[in-house]
């Protein structure tokens, strides 16, 4: 059952005192505009006679616009934080830059599958999916380890605030805490927000008595993030298996081009539409995905 009577004892930690301190609002969308282009001159590239290219490419064309306009709007006195245009455009930008992706791979899948052709183009695009998806995972960890441990962070004390169930609520204040704990800074540049955060301790985990029901809610919660587009996929394609592992590859895919928008585009990380419409936006794209790497 949801609990949103009260939140937990932390407050959200700021981004503007840990990684979006130094930089203009101009400076966020720019990154948006030529990360999104990359994209958009991939799947360009690689032009097909199907009506899922051509849907594929109108969408793309379409956000195009949607990033001019984005860059438009911060340079007028129009633009407020956490308005309905930015932040919905940032979630359908999220989820089409990610289409644009699996579209490339497969087209890369394609020419592997030819070359070696004891590998088939769907086996392919799911190797080099999932590559793709831990490559950029993989070298944050390694040359930006602190930069991940903030973003942790953050995320954490965020969901530690805005989960609508409390168990949910005390497992991300616990791991905010430790990811504070495990930033590698001089005590002089450590902000207040994170050493308050520091000092903090650990709640019980281990659900209470009557808190069975919230890990069920929120365990089912999480699986309907994509889920539905699986039902969806399955009804019309006839592969459970498939569809799974779609939905764990694009699922995978998806978080990593959500992170680089939310860490280096505009809006902060807690700055999003309404969980139906990111729901919504979210099952579409595992459907779509479905006709990109079977149709």
Not at 143 to 164: G, K, S, W
Not at 182 to 209: A, Q, T, W
């Amino acid at each position: 059952m949801a609990d949103s009577s009260r939140q937990e004892d932390i407050d959200r930690l700021p981004e503007a005192e840990t990684i979006k301190s130094d930089y203009s609002r101009g400076t966020f969308v720019d990154f948006e505009i030529a990360f999104y282009t990359l994209i958009l001159t991939i799947v360009l590239a690689y032009p097909e006679d199907s009506t899922v290219y051509q849907s594929l490419k109108i969408l793309l064309i379409g956000l195009a616009l949607l990033t001019i306009i984005r860059r438009a709007v911060v340079m007028t006195t129009y633009y407020t934080d956490g308005t309905g245009f930015m932040t919905w455009s940032k979630e359908l930008m999220t989820e089409i830059s990610a289409l644009g992706f699996i579209y490339a791979l497969m087209k890369i899948s394609e020419i592997v599958s030819t070359t070696f052709q004891y590998i088939g183009p769907t086996q392919a695009w799911f190797a080099l999916t999932i590559g793709a998806a831990m490559t950029p995972m993989a070298l944050r960890i390694k040359f930006a380890r602190q930069d991940v441990r903030y973003y942790q962070t953050i995320l954490a004390t965020q969901e530690a605030n805005r989960h609508p169930i409390s168990y949910w609520r005390r497992i991300n204040r616990n791991r905010a805490i430790r990811s504070a704990r495990k930033l590698e800074l001089p005590e002089e540049d450590v902000p207040e927000s994170v050493k308050k955060l520091r000092e903090m301790k650990d709640r019980r985990v281990i659900p209470y008595l009557g808190e069975t029901a919230q890990l069920i809610h929120g365990l089912f919660l999480g699986m309907t993030r994509r889920s539905f587009g699986v039902l969806f996929g399955w009804l019309i394609f006839g592969n459970l298996l498939t569809s799974l592992l779609l939905f764990g590859v694009t699922t995978l895919l998806a978080s990593q081009v959500f992170m680089l928008y939310r860490r280096y585009g505009l809006e902060e990380m807690d700055e999003r539409p309404s969980r139906f419409t990111r729901r919504l936006i979210q099952n579409a794209g595992v459907i779509f995905a479905h006709f990109i790497v079977l149709g």
